[in-house]
């Protein structure tokens, strides 16, 4: 029997001991949609049983580019309830508001001493949103990168998931913390991307050569909490090539590539599986079966959220006791970080 205790708690304590450290987030720029879902959200749900982790509400990313001051708040709120609704459990991991933790900001400063200028003019995602915002591109959103960084190296991630689309990013992190560390010795952990091997980047319905992003909710996107009738009526008028067969082709059907990867990750089923399923049936067919999966599958995910939105104290001070955690993680990279580069 005292064995048998000790062989737990040699289990237990060895499996913490192996657990990673795991961190990311999502800016509070509008209800998540069912790509942020499947590329990020999903998967966090999946490891925070496994890994140590800890998931953030990334606020000041946020403000990047054009926003409203008056709905940021609520926009924070609702993605802080998002995450317990999908299925992140404060227990389990740590769970807060990027703002809340300054540490972010100071070590973006230190860490932008060291970044050529040159490497963050060269993100695709700085190209594409100075693009869409031509008259507003401001200093932040070229350093954006620069905080993402900090987030992650604060708090000596090993492992970072996240849609492709950050894939650019978090190489950005990488080198940044390796140059770091061989300027001024051993400080930062190098962290490695955990991106989905289906679902990386979720395409927008209506133009399935974009991909599918909160910033363009119109018909292409779907939104975690979209209502049952809205999901028919843009599955039902998603683009699709001209084509009949339900066949996985994702350089020439792009369209039915995509539902058919939709439907995979909220079905579990394979592909293969899928394609045999619906052979010899139209794409009206296996469209109007996407929107029903979704719609269920997405139904609990809704249920939760309006019970969560009840109780905004609890939200709170779950936000507020994980910011605390953090913050002890926070300074302890930050004592060593400034000692490092010469500072106090
Ligand atoms: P915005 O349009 O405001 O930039 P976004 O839809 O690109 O928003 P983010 O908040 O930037 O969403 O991303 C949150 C997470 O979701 C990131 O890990 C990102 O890689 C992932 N993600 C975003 N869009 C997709 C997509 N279409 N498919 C898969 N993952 C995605
Ligand atoms: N840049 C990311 C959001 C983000 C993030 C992070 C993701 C900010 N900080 C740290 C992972 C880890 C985006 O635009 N989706």
Redesign the pocket.
């Known amino acids: 029997m005292e064995n048998c205790i000790l062989i737990c708690y040699y289990l237990v304590i060895n499996t913490k001991l192996e657990s990673m450290k795991i961190?990311?987030?999502?800016?509070p720029t509008g209800d998540i949609h069912i790509g942020?879902y499947i590329g990020?959200l999903k998967r966090w749900v999946e490891i925070q049983d496994e890994e140590d982790c800890i998931f953030?509400v990334?606020d000041w990313?946020a403000i990047t580019t054009p926003y409203e001051a008056k709905t940021l708040q609520k926009n924070i709120f609702d993605l802080a309830t998002t995450y317990l609704a999908a299925g992140i459990d404060p227990n389990k991991c740590t769970y807060f508001v990027?703002s809340q933790v300054k540490e972010h900001a100071e070590l973006a400063w230190l860490l932008g001493t060291t970044i050529p200028v040159g490497e963050l003019q060269r993100m695709t995602?700085f190209k594409d949103k100075s693009l869409k915002h031509k008259d507003n591109i401001t200093a932040g959103l070229l350093n954006?990168?620069i905080?993402?960084?900090a987030?992650?190296l604060l708090y000596n991630?090993e492992a970072?998931?996240?849609?492709k689309?950050?894939k650019q990013?978090?190489e950005l992190?990488r080198d940044t913390a390796e140059r770091f560390n061989s300027k001024y010795g051993n400080t930062f952990v190098i962290p490695e991307p955990i991106i989905p091997e289906q679902g990386a980047t979720i395409m927008s319905l209506s133009d399935p050569e974009k991909k599918m992003s909160k910033s363009d909710n119109g018909k292409g996107s779907i939104s975690l909490f979209e209502d049952p009738d809205s999901i028919m009526t843009k599955l039902m008028s998603a683009t699709t090539d001209s084509d009949k067969d339900i066949r996985f082709d994702a350089e020439n059907k792009k369209g039915i590539s995509n539902l058919l990867t939709i439907y995979s990750v909220f079905s579990k089923k394979s592909v293969k599986d899928i394609e045999n399923e619906f052979s010899g049936k139209g794409y009206g067919d296996f469209k109007k079966a996407t929107a029903e999966l979704l719609i269920e599958s997405l139904r609990p995910i809704r249920e939760k959220k309006k019970e969560y939105e009840k109780n905004p104290d609890y939200i709170w001070s779950e936000l507020e006791k994980g910011a605390n955690k953090a913050r002890k993680i926070a300074e302890e990279t930050m004592k060593k970080a400034r000692v490092n580069m010469g500072l106090k």
Do not use: E, K, W
Not at 23 to 27: K, L, P, T, V
Not at 160 to 163: A, D, L
């Open positions: 961190f990311s987030g999502i800016r942020n990020s953030c990334v990313h990027q995602q954006y990168p905080l993402m960084a987030d992650i991630a970072v998931p996240i849609g689309d950050q990013h978090l992190t």
